[in-house]
Nanobody
Framework: VQLQASGGGLVQLGGSLRLSCAASGIRVSINVMDWYRQAPGKQCELVARIASGGDTSYLDSVRGRFTISRDNAKNTVYLQVNSLKPEDTAVYYC??????????WGQGTLVTVSS
């Protein structure tokens, strides 16, 4: 299993980005896929999740600003991040957990929001 995250960058307050997580070795359409983030000096936190059936859930602080989605044909999960705030600055990771509880993490993509 490999997860390749991309799409991060430097944006101004209120800006937007689309993060991508291209998966190989698994089918994103039938698995739960997560986006996490880790800000400097803080613990890693779950930002968004998409279930196999398409149900989504979000961290309270990003609900309404972030949207998780997937393209089954491209086997890719996305995180659209809008109305960015300085506190959204973090390394964003995609994660997949298999049936046995083993976790696979992408390499992370850095989002920096300048004020």
């Amino acid at each position: 299993v490999q997860l390749q995250a991309s799409g991060g960058g430097l944006v101004q307050l209120g800006g937007s980005l689309r993060l991508s997580c291209a998966a190989s070795g698994i089918r994103v359409s039938i698995n739960v896929m997560d986006w996490y983030r880790q800000a400097p000096g803080k613990q890693c936190e779950l930002v968004a999740r998409i279930a196999s059936g398409g149900d989504t859930s979000y961290l309270d602080s990003v609900r309404g600003r972030f949207t998780i989605s997937r393209d089954n044909a491209k086997n890719t999960v996305y995180l659209q991040v809008n109305s960015l705030k300085p506190e959204d600055t973090a390394v964003y990771y995609c994660r997949f957990t298999n049936y046995y509880g083993f976790e696979y993490w992408g390499q992370g993509t850095l989002v920096t929001v300048s004020s």
